[in-house]
């Protein structure tokens, strides 16, 4: 059943690659659970047995795959250029596409869902030729581009988006007061369910213009700077955006509606609020927040990192998502997450935890990127992570503890956190949580809190504005370190289970025996063993050791508050 399941999944991903050729290689909102998509850790536990994950169709490889019609160029800038009709329940537009050769070709993939109209593609004045085949449009110049050139084609489309997957795709909702609330939330199903681009995620553009034309009297935010409104005369009103900095796809954004605006500054940041009129007491209260927060991750990781594009909130009816320097907003202006303590140990409701959360993702999700969803963690493990050190900073040590490992109970140990490859696959949700108590648990092996802040922060820096993969994180802190911590990475993120220390006690010898049991053969990590007050650091292997102690079986600890690891005692 799952051998042969597994077996034929691969059989068929090597058939499907065999056409789309070469591949290479989210963090994702939270969503309300009250609403009609909810998160993975929110839906009954599935039987303990392993999963068989389902086959991947076509149009996941056609979408998860780095194939040679993406491989061939670079992008380099889009301007989006669109019109919203809330009576239709329609969009039109087009989008310009500017892009680089890496090689000669005469054919490029972009994406597209099919239930929205490819009108035309223009190349100058040529139409061009294309082939839709699933989410997939294929473009076909009449003559061969050249590697080095950088050409522009308009992508012009139309249609109805769908309201669809776990975030809601493109929604055309209204407000408690009538008025039209329409918004994006794409990052699963991809940025391709609502406007043409090369829906991938290793590839971002360096910048992007978003115009919207919307009907006079609501308010348009999208990612980037604010460039000003113009009146068509048509009783719409164009809203134009300027995004100064690489962009995921699914991070661009549009939210349509009544929104009232209010503004601060931190330092420089101009800090821009969008609610609903009847909302805006509860978010001047709540929304204070967000500059502790920026001022939290500035000291761990430095500048916020789309600064001349400003940081803006924005209130929306779902429970939030991290859209570039526009982060969504929908956790009801109360602390905790949509009410409740999230960790279930009393620290969550000292903040919002979606403010907290889905701007951390600023850093890592939106500046540090993952060149494929299977490296996911890359968003979500880390922006965990940046919450424990939110509360660090804002807290103490002692709550950040305490937070981190309230995220144990949410721990399955069902799937490796790194999932497939090439194929748009969402990896479990142990991404988050595990990925957290993972980065909790090298803080202890570096054993240095000093040396960790200095290499969290440089590997912030050296890797912010990039898409970049699990080898190059685990490369980074070997090198940095000069440890050897690839056994160790691969234990936590390829493999189900997590390290257990078995020990062995022969009481009468006043000796301890222990050793890591664990699926890497060469998984070393020290550890803090003994007595909490005063530690011993024991350095186990895969091998059996031994090590004297005065202490009885049942006196022995491990810090297991600052490893996130089983114990065996014998
Ligand atoms: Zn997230």
């Known amino acids: 059943m799952f051998g042969s399941n597994f077996s034929r999944r691969l059989a068929q991903v090597a058939v499907l690659l065999s056409f789309v050729a070469a591949s290479t290689s989210g963090h994702a909102a939270l969503q309300n659970p009250s609403s009609a998509f909810s998160p993975a850790w929110q839906r009954p536990p599935a039987s303990a047995t392993p999963l068989a994950p389902a086959a991947p169709t076509r149009a996941d490889i056609l979408r998860g795959a780095y194939g040679p019609y993406r491989v061939n160029n670079d992008l380099l800038s889009y301007h989006l250029d669109i019109r919203v009709d809330p009576e239709q329940q329609s969009i039109s537009g087009k989008n310009s596409i500017r892009f680089k050769m890496l090689a000669d070709g005469t054919r490029i993939q972009l994406d597209l869902h099919p239930a929205l109209n490819v009108d035309k593609i223009l190349f100058d004045a040529t139409t061009l030729q294309y082939v839709r085949d699933s989410g997939a449009v294929f473009v076909d110049f009449p003559e061969t581009l050249h590697a080095g050139q950088e050409y522009t084609i308009d992508f012009y489309y139309s249609g109805h988006p769908l309201q669809t997957a776990r975030f809601g795709g493109f929604t055309f909702g209204k407000d408690p007061a009538g008025h039209p609330w329409i918004y994006t939330a794409c990052e699963d199903i991809g940025a391709s369910v609502w406007w043409p681009n090369k829906d991938q995620w290793r590839d971002e553009v360096e910048n992007m213009q978003i115009s919207v034309a919307i009907p006079n009297g609501l308010v348009d935010v999208s990612n980037g700077k604010f460039m000003g409104k113009t009146d068509l005369g048509d009783g719409y009103t164009r809203w134009e955006w300027l995004v100064q900095y690489p962009i995921n796809n699914y991070d661009v954004s549009l939210n349509i509606g009544n929104y009232a605006h209010f503004s601060d500054q931190l330092g420089d940041l ?212 000069a440890m050897n911590l690839t056994p160790v990475f691969d234990q936590y993120l390829r493999h189900t289970a997590i390290p257990t220390l078995e020990l062995r006690f022969n009481e009468a010898d006043g000796t301890v025996d222990y050793r890591w049991q664990a699926d890497e053969p060469d998984f070393a990590m020290p550890i803090r063993v003994g007595k909490k007050a005063d530690w011993q650091i024991i350095q186990p292997t895969t091998y059996w050791q031994t090590l004297k102690t005065p202490l009885q079986k049942n006196e022995f600890d491990v810090a297991t508050d600052l490893y996130f690891v089983n114990v065996s005692k014998q």
């Open 270 to 481: 101009p800090l821009d609020f969008y609610v609903l009129p009847e909302d805006l007491d509860k978010a001047k209260k709540q929304f204070v927040q967000a500059k502790g927060m920026i001022e939290a991750y500035q000291h761990y990781f430095g500048e916020y990192p789309f600064q001349k594009d400003g940081y803006k909130l924005v209130e929306v009816p779902y429970s939030g998502m991290e859209h570039q320097s526009a982060v969504t907003y929908g956790n009801h202006f109360t602390n905790g997450y949509l009410g409740r303590d999230w960790t279930g140990v009393g620290v969550s409701p000292k903040f919002d935890f979606i403010i907290i959360h889905e701007s951390g993702h600023e850093w890592f999700g939106n500046s540090v990127s993952a060149a494929d969803r299977s490296d996911m963690w890359i968003h979500e493990g880390w922006t965990t992570y940046l919450e424990v050190l939110y509360v660090e900073y804002t807290f103490g040590h002692e709550d950040a503890i305490k937070y981190v490992n309230g995220y144990k109970s949410k721990v399955q140990n069902r799937e490796p956190i790194i999932a497939e490859r090439g194929i748009a696959a969402t990896p479990p949700q142990d991404m988050y949580f595990k990925g957290a108590l993972f980065l909790n648990t090298l803080r202890s092996v570096m054993n240095d809190d000093a040396r960790w802040w200095a290499l969290i922060h440089d590997f912030y820096q050296h890797f912010k504005y990039q898409n970049i993969m699990t080898e190059d994180v685990v490369q980074y802190f070997n090198r940095q370190t």
